[in-house]
């Protein structure tokens, strides 16, 4: 079933009509497009369109349509309509007859379609940033539950400095925070109503947008009707937010299952998070971080997919945008996966204290916090740095650990070196040098932990008011 | 259900367990699956890990659960398995008993899928190429039946000079032919053995895998068995191709949706390719080459999303490879719908000889021929040019065409100019005029479509012998 | 030169000494750098690790460097320096000997980079900022010089309805007004100073951040040292918020290709933007606007290329970011580049009302209108729709206009159709009917004409205060 | 300067012949441009368009303009021509005077930058194939001086089982053996020449085409003039060729990053290609690796954007094309670098026998030896993997390895265990187990390493013969 046929003489081709139907797809927005019918009905009504009692049977037809899709959406199944709008169309028709063709006056799939979709993505952005915030919260409940726990940072994958496990997770916290504004962002950019652009010209009757704003629940509506119906702008900047939300999902992904790997070996992924082999049979395999990391490729790709289809479009509406759905609902579903899973990883997580103490054993971790001694009786750093360097070869030629070094052989090194060196050998001493605001000493990673609570008590009351 | 769990004393997470589950894609490899086990239990009775009675079971077995798959696949959708090669094993094992549980001797789902998804791509490729011949027959029947059109050829979207439609259409036949070259390079470097490979080390049963490679009919074994557990080549091969090919399609829906504008015109879609609008009665759409435009977004997305799956992937199996599934179906689907609709496109189409005659008048197609006879009458082509361009410049403001312009006027361009000039001003003179090999002259256009035919012919007995 | 090398015995090999070299692409960022270090010397003074006169020594040394840089660039291509902060820590030494070498002191390259990168973004944006607000100001003045020019408006490239062309180029008004505010937001979150946060720990010595952010500028300071180092997401927004400036620009582009050209022809490019051919003599091709298309392209692939990078990579630091500055450079340079010819363009545009008149003639732009007046005069919409198809198609075999078509004949369609039809079948009519807010009606457009240059206005004393 | 503007009334803007002028990139491609320009001059000789001592002059000028080319190539960077075929044009003309202006007739920019990248290409192509070799060379040699060295085979990065380390390089050897095959492919693809194509028509003079493609040495000439204009598929065929090639040099570089972290440490890395911290005195870096592990993205981004500019581009050449040039020079400079510095690393490794002794101690790789001997002894293999799970988390439990379990205890599992288990739980009963072809047997891989010499000894004799 389609909406137009009158100047067409010739039937289409069958193959053409399974490759344009939409129906498959598009049908999970029914609720959305059943509700912009609701609004845009009294629309109608309002500038006489419809007649009052006309009003009441259209609405009585879409509310019936709407509780039946609720409780038993399988019929949806049994269609062949073109799209969800002549579904909804055709079933108006079916249930309280020809009042029901009035509906689609002054209206346009093309406007139709971009206020389905913005409706969806206003509701998935509550329910993504409901995620987000929920691994945000993950991350805050792991850190505050091993708060003393070091282990060692990395850059280019080999050990650096000791770091707090809790200052490790709340870099993460930090992404997933301007992860959570920035889909806060692509829901103020959604937030606007395009309903009333017509096919493309703004609709042949008076209108009233501003009541269909508020009945909506919009905060604006568009501004130039070529634009609203040609503008893909909020999903691109949805699909470009879940791209980086991934990009950190991934991150994470890949540190714990290097951190996770018994070469390393400082957290346990839980048993229920984890598969086995079909051939080897002591595999315990991370299989959900790596899936995780997998699909940030996923939303990736559908990004540069959006991207490439909406460049070059000319304006305004063509049909290379009814692609842009697959791509919404794919992006959010793995999304929402990825994250949920992700907070199942971090609640079950366990840590292993003395496979984190040896790993900061081992690696000259503390050779800057050496460097930085001599810094401080006075050798410039470079020097320092230069002169740790040949330490630190030294000792490894030796296969020995900077705090085993006796101090003659420091002094022959440099004369500055006095005994109280070995004090900042020390894990504790040199997480506790790292004091500066963002650092890794416990007195700022503790603020941290409570600066992170307290984002969260406000991100709860503050979103979408 | 797993095929593993020994080791584990957690229970999966149930959100996990939908994650991770791979069932509801790799299903469709079930045949494939079902045919590589069949051969591997004859390759494990040769070995005698598999008595010649067990071999009996197994293969009866799998032959009942291969009829009930083929009469009645929706069983499928009840199975909670983890994946297609634990729902054959347990089907197998439901079946037959407890032989079942013999069949993964020595063999690890990863050389299993390793396996399935060759011999799926392998009889995908022969469809694929099979289609794309199809296109080619259809552009070369399109040509035949229209071999006196002349068009306007364009370069930048401006009209440069009139060519043989014929000739045109014969630029996509060469565009096609090496997609098809393409496609048989990927076959050759797919048609090749993993089975034997193990989980990554080799399988430890002295597998004869020459045995396999015959009975499941490839062309080689694979010679390294980490390289055959881990490689997904052949894939970005595919995916590869195809993202080329969708590049072809997208710049013969770009011509076709421009050609077959009303401002163009000379080439008119059929109502059967073609869709209305809901609000605009008068609306006729290039749905189906828009949609085919946009749809190379989504193979181009796939490229990039696999390409960047393996980018970084440490050997030798990892998880994230369970994602090459959807990209291979997705690829391989969208492909095989733009070809078939391209086809009907084709065959469809109607040729308006009135305005390409009527396009060909306007626009100074044939200015170069101009320039061409200056040459000849011994003027430096770059002088040439120039004086022509100045001509051109001076009938623009004339608003008149070259042929227009009186004998005095160019002689008072240049002396050269003789009463021959006005026969080079013809369109059939141009056209003629281009007959080096490669070229739009009628002669060489004809022969160019005989070649063509015969490639045609060709391809029929030469491929996949 | 390096800056370390204390426990390395082996030499570097040469190739992949340039291969790591860095200093070719980042001493863009030499003057940010030199600044940075002004004010972090400053803070190393204030806590004792420099001392008044090492600090003055310093400033002076710095700033000599940097005259010398603004006066005579060159000198930098002779340099074999690792990387820019190499570069300007030996040029320091060289200028005032070893008490330059104090300086990296509490300091690494990783939260340098990361310092340069914030305060040469910030300054881009402005300038971008800047350029697109120019780009706004051309079509608003584009669209009040060409106020009541009347062009078809397209959906699928059909012609759909007559539309104002200040309505048409308001679309795009909204669009950049959108990539405005979505660069606005990339300040925001680029806004925040890193320096401080060391290798990755955090600084040794007790830096006072909050001084340093106020001396640099910047609103606020990072809280975690780990994400600091690591944090590139500044660069995806600033990539993805570009990539969509210029599919913007590539769909203004793709039109203004499509409406210059002859065929459509309600615009001419000036001869100043286009180019030649070097054989055909009459060619003037669209080439900035095909350029313009084309970059689109390489921002697009700057953007995957970013992701790519930052996917499943470790904690915290890693070379592959260094990268990022060619993505950046190059991104910034196109969209400059592009932003800026666009307005080259529109400002020497030249518009061709009766080219535009002549194509509001033919296409059944009114048939919507014809429509819409059968439901005012009681029929439901889709019955209007579908007779009215029947009408266009009528006249289509006829070969005639709809306001040819006898009253007669309209009747024979309909008995709702009275002599008031001719009126609404005007273009004039037509464009007055659609005076819903974001409609194309003069009244409508004149207001949003309006209001667009009140954003301009508030967009000049609004941003970056 | 530019070889066209008679038709021109107006100069071109500024800044758009900044961003419009393609020399500064194209002039890589000068000495095939001269190359072709001398072939096409004969061509023209030959059809009597220039006399014989035209084209003595002409050759003269071209082959002065080739040795300054070569000599002092910093002229070019005085010249502000629009591109590398005005640039030789108007420098021929400054050598021999107006002859010059003859060689342009009959062609074009459009077959000439088709002919000029296509020769770049294919020479390109050599080069990165003897690239390609070397890279293998350098893993033979490995492999060979130390084949027997075992360490632990990976999947999902854990431990699997145990490999020869010889037969983990020679798993790169498949990659890298396919890849050059890819290349050669290309190459094929690359070897047809485009040259009298002219604009898009053909050459509207009688060029011998064969005569040139003998000349030009390539094997085959293009056959549709439109096609050989437009067609940029060998370049897609080139990136997408290079985009694998850089994703197997990613897995290498990523598994050595992982490989040489002292966590794992049986591989170490040269000090000449690793770096240092600016701030932490201990840091060795594999910078090297991580650089070409991040250079991949580049490519794949260019890969991307070439797709992009492709998709949905109308015949035949539209400037967007232009962007082509820097893809290849981009795409080729970083996978030759990458190729070479790959080459450094492998020549310059140090192997650990300890550490890889010592990491095949741990995590259980001799699991599914054990479950195959059950499978011997006539357990069902997936009751022997259940069983073995469960032995594993036994032992796991009790923190000892499986040969540290005493026999009763096995058998306390299953009665089929017997005193000789503890023989099969040994590492080198474990590799000696896999042998089959592909397996990481010692004497299957002593078998493939001699295969892979074999296969070095033909590519040297065998390609581009």
Known sequence: MTTWGGRFTGKMDEAFERFNRSFPIDQRLI???????????????????????ELKQIVNGLNQLKDRVKKAPSFLEESNDEDVHTFVETQLVEIIGKTGLKLHTGRSRNDQIALDTRLFLKRALIEVQGQVKQLMIELVNLASNNSELVIPGFTHLRKAQPILFAHYLLAYFEMFFRDHQRFQDCFRRTNCLPLGA????????????????????????????????????????????SSLTLVHLSRLAEDFIIYSAPEFGWIELSDCVTTGSSLMPQKKNPDSLELIRGKSARVIGNLTQLLIILKGLPLTYNKDLQEDKEILFDTLDTLLDCLNIT?????????????????LEEGFLNATDLADYLVRKGLPFREAHELVGRIVLNCENQRIKLPDLPLD?????????????????????????????????????????????????????????
Do not use: C, W
């Not at 010209?201 to 119906?229: M, Y």
């Not at 907070?343 to 790993?359: D, E, K, W």
């Open 31 to 53: 609720l959305e497009d059943i509700e912009g019918s609701l609004a845009y009905a009294e629309a109608l009504e309002s500038i006489a369109v419809l007649t009052p009692p």
């Open 198 to 241: 017509g096919a493309l010209a703004g609709s042949g009757f008076p209108i009233n947008r501003e009541a269909l704003r508020k009945k909506l629940g919009f905060a604006q509506i568009t501004h130039n009707s070529l634009d609203a119906v040609s503008d893909r702008d909020y999903l691109v900047d949805f699909v470009s937010a």
């Open 343 to 359: 907070q199942v990883i971090l609640r079950t997580l366990q840590v292993n204290p003395s496979a984190a103490h040896r790993a």
């Open 409 to 465: 052989d420091y002094q022959h090194f440099s004369v500055l070196f006095e005994e109280d060196i070995f004090q900042i050998l020390s894990v504790q001493s040199s997480i506790e040098a790292h004091s500066v605001h963002g650092g890794t000493s416990p007195s700022r990673v503790a603020k941290a932990l409570s600066d992170a609570k307290e984002i969260l008590t406000k991100l709860s009351s503050s979103d979408h008011p």
